[in-house]
């Protein structure tokens, strides 16, 4: 091992430095102080090497080499264990382990014997490395990462002729234009990416599945409700009738979720919110206003309609208002009333876009 | 077993066993057959043996980058076995398979072939669930093996550029992670991407636009999971792989860090070489990990989206958390109260969204990637640093780690305030007011107690060198005092505790040039000066032999007895010892009550015969 050499307070390109680090005498000049001491201490160099039992014993080695081989032995066997578990368990058997409780048989066993078999691979080259092979360290010297003064003038040299040689600073035409050239030609591809990704939104947003009239559908049975169904209490997820025959089901739905909550008609402190509804029974969007969550959760005791997403709290007995949790805005409401049969219809499509926030939305 | 009076080696030739000299003279030894061809073609002979002669140190820490690394091939394997099986598409189909209960149920091709790989390819389901546990592996492995670089400071020079790509390769892999386990397009997945549309639709002026561009039109649409698909094998992992192979060579040209100890120092690096013991070590560890993950995904289920369902808008799960190492993310965003939704000239801006999904992320990260370049202006340090810190040795930085960790951790406990408050029967109303003032009180408080805790173990090296270590035996001296014998430490040990540099903070620069003009130190250099204080108060000096030297003299009641033995004239004492005795009254201040008050009259300790 090396104990000089450059000690690594020295370099040289680095004189601004207001002040430093005393600089690691350790490995180099020892700094002496009155009373002849050193100011540091000494490295006092590697330790001895402390023999293991297989570098003193024969047996030990011998028990360490028939160690390994149990190990690779026991891999072998996995392997084969996983080939025949492969072809021979059904992919359908369930089988009680305990501790587990019914599980698919044949993922536990093939999983198991391959685990099985790649670790005792592990474990006995592990084991072999610690115990038979060389455990005595060895020093390798490093050097400064930066180059030679020399090395570094030939690069900036070269550099430096080729660009005189390209001639590039004497032809100022090739210069400028090569510029607007390089520039220009990622303009193509960025045009391509942003211009064919998508449409563009225009009122997409905010415009719902949701007409005048249509039936409150249960969702995702989509059978009309009748208010008589609608007892004190209840809660209905709901979707806009025909939604299932939209050509873009999904993208509609994502936007048309609606739940139906009926609660004492006296509860609800909002005058709009109970002449929007019908008797108690009272329509809102399902969309959280943060970022887009079913909110699906109502408790029925405080009238409160909690995201399971971030926990954004909407109090539904108050025009469903944000009274917790990262949302602003509250739930915009369906405005519903009863058709003839006596089924809950919408009496006007959602006055407002549905979820989440965006710029274009006043 | 009886050991033999020569150690000869695990490695010790038998009688019948052929010598290196004639290896060397043998067929063998000559690079012929394959690799003579190849060196022919390639004199790949050279870095061959460089490679293997390469000496990496030992230490368990040094195998957290190694768990990354390994996961990332056993993720690689497993992800190609996957995508034979996964058909990235959004197109409906009506479930036909193996599965009874979503028999009949309208779901996406994506969530199909996912539930296919699961019940009907064989052995399909072991290696989606290696993918899942290997891809939780790889963020952890990179998320601590990123703490044990920053508190040994081995991101100091000339390791920065490898510790800014290490941060680049951390955020690619958490959003590897996120694409990846959003392409089965299942309840709970979707879910997460329903919220993702929300936080792109957050960007002020031109959010709408960006979340058509990226969903291909309205949400969920037919384009994301292809696209997501894309990115998720191609885009990212060509980034991660690119980047994991710059970082790994720039390792090779550094050569690895090592702690410090006796024989360790800024110009070499102790260990191991390459061939054979690390190839054994490091490969087997390979092993070790593809076989412990393998067993995790034959035992623990993971992301069992058959029990989630497809993907429809409209339903949701109690609990929906995304995989851990989002939740910080999901934790911001859960904390962030309503109220930063802003009206301005007649356009929402979110900033209840935009921020903790859309900032708090790379902000994060950014401020992580340049603590390497901060630290070194602070300190004034410009050299190049193989040596370890141990982290008691820079208790502020270690401060701020820990300050660091805790603000993460806040966050993503935060992301799993509903199940706490369900598990432990809390209101989440409190849980979600306690961790927002948390985050702000807890990251402080987690700097100054570790900054302390730092201090009090240098204070205790300090006093382990000084005083020895307590031996457990405790000698009565003549008179009657009771001594507990100190040793001094082993020349090896007394090392890795002093080893470590005096600090000073960077002062000053003189407010009076060399020509004696005075000139005002700038804004810049003041504040570096207090910046750089802030650093290094209260820092603790390594002992110096002088300080040893002087403690010996002082507190050694072995010299006062042996001093006052001698003029008795005794017969040497049965009783020997080594070391120091301490903790006695001669170690007592002046002022205690306890203390040894020699005044003249007192004869002294003496041995009776």
Known sequence: ?362 | MSPQPTPKGAGALRAEDPTLEDLAAGPKNRAGGLAGWLDDRTSVAKPTSYLLKKVFPDHWSFMLGEIAMFSLVILLITGTFLTFWFVPSAGEVIYNGSYVPLKGIPMSEAFRSTVDISFDVRGGLIMRQIHHWAALLFTVSITVHMFRVFFTGAFRKPREINWVIGTILSLLAINEGFTGYSLPDDLLSGTGLRAAEGFIQSVPVIGSYMAFFVFGGAFPGQAIIPRLFTVHVLLLPALIIGLFTAHIVLVAVHKHTQYPGPGRTNDNVVGFPFMPVYLAKAGGFFFMIFGITTLMAALVTINPIWLYGPYSPSPVTAGSQPDWYMGFADGALRLFPGFFEFNIFGHPLSLNVFIPSLIVMPLLYTIAGAYPFIESWVTGDRREHHLLDRPRNAPTRTGLGMMAISFYLILFFAAGNDLIAIKLGLSINAITQTLRVALFVVPPLAYWITKRICMSLQRRDHDLVLHGRESGRVVRTAEGRFFEVHEPLPEDQRWTLVQHERTTPVALAPTVDAHGIPRKSTRRERLRAKVSGFYFADGVQPVTPTELAAAHHDGSAREAIEADQEPVGQEPRAVQWVGQLHGGAEERPETDAYASHDDGGDPGPTLEP
């Open chain 1, 1 to 362: 091992m090396s104990e000089h050499g450059t000690g690594p307070g020295e370099n040289a390109n680095d004189p601004g430095a207001a002040a430093r680090l005393e600089q690691n005498p350790g490995q180099g000049q020892v700094a002496e102080v009155a009373g002849g001491m050193p100011e540091r201490f000494t490295n006092p160099g590697l330790p001895p090497h402390v023999p293991r039992s297989a570098d003193l014993d024969e047996a030990a080695a011998h028990r360490a080499e028939r160690q390994v081989a149990t190990l690779f032995g026991i891999s072998m066997v996995a392997t084969v264990i996983f080939l025949v578990a492969y072809f021979a368990i059904d992919q359908q058997t369930y089988q009680f382990v305990p501790g587990i409780g019914q599980a698919n048989l044949s993922n536990i066993v093939l999983g198991t014997s391959l685990g099985v078999s790649l670790l005792c691979i592990g474990i006995g080259a592990i084991h072999w490395a610690k115990t038979l092979m060389p455990d005595i360290e060895v020093a390798e010297d490093r050097h400064l990462q930066r180059s030679s003064d020399q090395a570094r003038q030939d690069a900036v040299a070269t550099i430096t002729a080729g660009g005189n040689a390209s001639q590039l600073g004497r032809r100022p035409l090739i210069k400028y234009t090569l510029g607007g050239a390089l520039g220009l030609f990622a303009l193509p591809l960025l045009v391509q990416l942003t211009g064919s990704l998508g449409p563009l939104p225009h009122a997409d947003l905010a415009q719902t599945f949701w007409r005048r009239g249509m039936r409150l559908m249960r969702d995702p049975e989509m059978t009309p409700i009748k208010l008589s169904d609608v007892t004190l209490g209840s809660v209905f997820h709901v979707m806009p009738e025909g939604i299932d025959k939209s050509p873009d089901v999904l993208e509609e739905k994502a936007k048309a979720a609606v739940i139906l909550i009926s609660l004492p008609e006296a509860a609800i402190k909002v005058p709009k919110e109970r002449d929007w509804g019908v008797g108690g029974v009272v329509a809102y969007s399902k969309i959280c206003t943060h970022v887009g969550c079913p909110v699906g959760l109502y408790e029925h005791r405080t009238h409160h309609l909690l995201c399971p997403c971030h926990q954004s709290t909407f109090d539904v007995a108050n025009d469903a208002a944000v009274i917790f949790g990262p949302a602003h805005r509250p739930l915009p409401q369906l405005k519903i009333t009863v058709d003839s049969e006596g089924y809950l219809i919408a009496a006007a499509p959602f006055l407002q876009p549905v979820g989440p926030s965006y710029w274009e939305r006043s």
